[in-house]
């Protein structure tokens, strides 16, 4: 797929970046009003939904972070990646915890405050936050999701639509993993191919990730990742079989291959 034009940005501001291979396309980059750089991408769904798509915030970007959080009226954050991974950093601990409830960042511009924790399922926990700035009081839906494989995909199928249940009450959302392309332009990528069977449309998934790369360059980082998409569409599509015109054995032999090779992965 051909590659978007990179940001100027990105490379005057490579101490910004996470990763020195992962570009910011300028079509759609986030652009803070106070002149600084944030690695992070505009993505528009069908409906009124829009998404940020960025990487983990470095020590050095979670100011950054929530400058953006507060400016675009962010509802809610969609964390797809641990703060460790393989004994290596992947996203710095940028907001609160039980342990320690408060955090101030933009010489204490902005105040993140710890407000409660709630276990969804075993690896997904929904924690709300109160942000605090000069514009006011805002409160942030933080969802964590443990344990997606880094460039790897979830065992469980169903798992990326359950999440967009609680995701979908809030207009704008910032998705993030560690690079901001794989786990998280897989994630708005299901996102979007949901929101189009729903409305009764035509899905074109290959056409939808070569879009969402336009946008957010190299989303859907892996060959996995890409046939995962049709894997949680179509395990939906089952469970919907009765209601569909489907050849229910040639998905469930579908379905069962693509279940070995994620096994296998």
């Known amino acids: 797929m051909p590659r978007p034009e990179t940001s100027p940005e990105f490379t005057r501001h490579m101490d910004c970046n996470r990763y020195r291979d992962v570009i910011c396309a300028e079509q759609g980059r986030v652009r803070l009003d106070n002149g600084r750089y944030i690695h992070a991408n505009w993505i528009t769904a069908l409906g009124e939904q829009r998404f940020i798509c960025t990487q983990g915030p470095l020590e050095t970007t979670c100011a950054d972070f929530w400058t953006m959080v507060v400016q675009e009226n962010i ?40 407000i409660e924790e709630t276990a969804l399922e075993p690896d997904l926990y929904r924690t709300k936050l109160a942000v605090l700035s000069r514009n006011g009081t805002m409160y942030v839906h933080h969802f964590h999701w443990r344990r997606w494989p880094d460039r790897g995909v979830p065992q469980n199928d169903l ?39 729903q409305r009764g449309q035509r899905l074109n998934i290959l056409a939808l990730a070569r879009n969402l790369r336009q946008h957010r360059a190299q989303s859907v980082q892996t060959l996995d990742q890409y046939l995962y998409i049709y894997f949680v569409i ?3 599509a ?22 070995e090779r994620m096994t296998r992965s």
């Open 238 to 259: 089952q469970n919907k079989a009765a209601k569909l015109n489907i050849d229910e054995r040639a998905l469930t032999t579908f379905l069962r291959e693509m279940d």
């Open 75 to 114: 509802e809610s954050i969609v964390m797809l990646c641990d703060t460790v991974e393989q004994n290596k950093t992947k996203c710095h601990q940028y907001w609160p915890t039980p342990d320690k409830k408060q955090l101030h960042f933009a010489n204490k511009m902005i105040t993140v405050q710890f």
């Open 159 to 197: 798992a990326p639509l359950r999440l967009l249940f609680h995701v979908q009450q809030f207009r704008r959302s910032v998705v993030h993993c560690s690079a901001g392309i794989g786990r998280t332009g897989t994630l708005v990528a299901l996102h979007i191919a949901y929101d189009t069977l």
């Open 234 to 236: 179509l395990r939906y």
